[in-house]
C-alpha cells in the first residue's frame, strides 16, 4: 500500500466543463458504468473508506468529482454510465461534458476504466474506449468485483479482454481487482504512479 494515496481529499464536482479546477499539474481519471465499483475502487486505492461517495444506487455519481493528491496530482471520478433510468436530458448533457472533459483536458494523463468482471466491455464501455484512443490516451481496465469469481476464471477473463482490445487495435493494460478483499492494489498503483509522476 502506498501511503502517497492517503493524504488524497475532495478538492471539488462540477457540471460544466467551465467548473473544473485549473487545467496544470497531472490527473487520472476513473469512468466505468454505474454500479461498476468504481466509488468503492478510489476508496480502497487511497485507503479512505468514504473518499469518494458509494451508492447502492447507480448513476448517483452526476458530476466531475475532484480529489487532490497534492497541489500538482488529482484523481477524477466521472459520472457513471449506461444507467437506462437516467433522463435522456441528463444522460445527453453527461455526454457532451464527459466529451469535451476527454477531449480537451491537457492534465488528463490516463484513464481507468472500471469494469464488472461478471459483464466486462459493454457498448458503452466500448465508446469510453474508443474516445481515449482517439485522444491517445493511456488506458488501464480495472476489472472490479474479482471476488466474485474463482482465481482461474477471473485471470482468463482479464486474458479475454485484454486479446479483445489488443484485436481492436486499442492498447491497455487490464488486471483484476478486488475492492472487497483489497486484491490488485499495488498492481493499480503501479499503473498510477507511473502516469503521475510519482
Known sequence: MNPFYRQARYLISASRIQGLPPDEGREVAFAGRSNAG???AINVL???KALARTSKTP????MINFFALDD???LVDLPGYGYAKVPAAMRAAWQRLMSRYLGERQS???LVVVMDIRRPLTAQDWEMLGWAAE???????LLTKADKLRRGPAMDTARAVADALGEAGIEATVQPFSALRREGVDDAHGILDAWLGI
Open 108 to 110: 488528463l494523463a490516463g
Open 46 to 48: 487511497c485507503d479512505q
Open 38 to 40: 468504481k466509488s468503492s
Open 59 to 62: 448513476g448517483r455519481t452526476q
Open 72 to 74: 500538482r496530482r488529482r
Open 135 to 141: 485522444r491517445h490516451l493511456p488506458v488501464h481496465v
